[in-house]
């Protein structure tokens, strides 16, 4: 088939390396127009874009469906579009671009976490497992009939790790849909369970609070590494922690909020026990061992959780 594909992120290159090296033609590639990136606001290009000026592919830059873009590819005449976290909702006029329609990989097992953030959204309630799905996009949120779905374990250290794994295994299920769609054996099923929502996640859901249990602490600290990262307060400035484990060695009562070394190692206390910490990264300070930073500045205890209290710290700080 000929396809145009769209994405934006790193996420998304695994499959447009896919659909390169498939029985499909890429006609075109569809991103988000480069931008601003860091501290000194660098205009860069999407991870998507430069890798398919790499591959010698034509690129059409976009932040919103409509117009010009619209005209582009209809004139393509594509049979097919294909969406790896492209950025931008594709409504009734986007969609009539391609003959047999858009369709998306998403790495949920819908529909469950339709949205914005479903593998961050699923470490965060503490998942052993999820997937990815392969599904025809219609005018609702992630709610369009699947073609295809892959179950597969959620036990990744951070997000970074587990959408790397889903994007590499998502992008095998993407190619095997359009498979099946050019050989006209492809079954759409509608999505019938309850559904879920995974809403893009904000600085204030890396917010740790040590007055709950040792596993939800952890689950939310895989769920938001390495971006914005986990955080609490010290003397109402952000502190970043990276690297929580279970700490079930430790035989002291523990001290909610009390960051401190046990055995060389640096844990902090919180409802249930105790946590170890591999990393830390003071407000306006560089990341670096936590062990190493306790050793030169003692003890820490992390301000009480005040929930009425918006976050005083720049939240780009240590991003």
Not at 4 to 22: H, K, N, Q
Not at 101 to 119: D, I, K, Y
Request: one cysteine or more; aromatic letters at 6%.
């Amino acid at each position: 088939m000929d396809i145009v594909f769209a994405g934006t992120p790193d996420a998304a290159v695994p499959a447009l390396e896919a659909l390169v090296e498939s029985r499909h033609r890429i006609r075109a590639v569809l991103t988000r127009p480069d931008a601003p990136v860091g501290r000194k606001r660098v205009l860069t290009s999407s991870p998507v874009k430069a890798r398919a000026l790499e591959l010698g592919l034509d690129v059409i830059e976009a932040s919103r469906l409509r117009g010009e873009v619209i005209s582009e590819l209809r004139a393509l005449k594509v049979d097919a579009v294909a969406v790896v976290a492209y950025g931008a909702i594709a409504g009734p006029a986007a969609l009539s671009t391609a003959e047999l329609g858009w369709f998306n990989l998403h790495f949920s097992l819908l529909p469950a976490h339709r949205g914005a953030a479903p593998v961050q959204r699923a470490l965060i309630a503490g998942q052993a497992r999820s997937g990815v799905s392969v599904f025809k996009i219609d005018e609702g949120m992630d709610s369009g009939p699947v073609l295809r779905r892959l179950e597969l374990p959620l036990d990744h250290p951070d997000v970074a790790t587990a959408l790397d794994d889903y994007a590499h295994r998502g992008a095998v299920e993407l190619v095997a849909a359009f498979d099946d769609l050019a050989d006209g054996t492809a079954v759409l099923t509608p999505q019938s369970e309850e559904a879920t929502h995974a809403d893009k996640i904000d600085v204030a859901d890396a917010h740790l609070d040590f007055a709950e249990p040792a596993r939800a602490i952890i689950d939310r600290s895989r769920g938001v590494s390495p971006s914005p990262g986990p955080w609490a307060n010290v003397d109402g400035k952000r502190t970043k922690l990276f690297g929580l484990a279970p700490a079930p060695e430790v035989t002291a009562p523990p001290e909610i909020g009390l960051l401190t070394s046990w055995q060389k190692a640096a844990v902090i206390g919180c409802s249930d026990g105790w946590v170890h910490v591999a990393e830390i990264q003071p407000f306006g300070k560089a990341r670096m061992a936590a062990a190493d930073y306790l050793r030169g500045h003692g003890d820490i205890r992390f301000d009480p959780t005040d929930t009425s209290a918006e976050p005083t710290a720049d939240p780009e700080q240590g991003a």
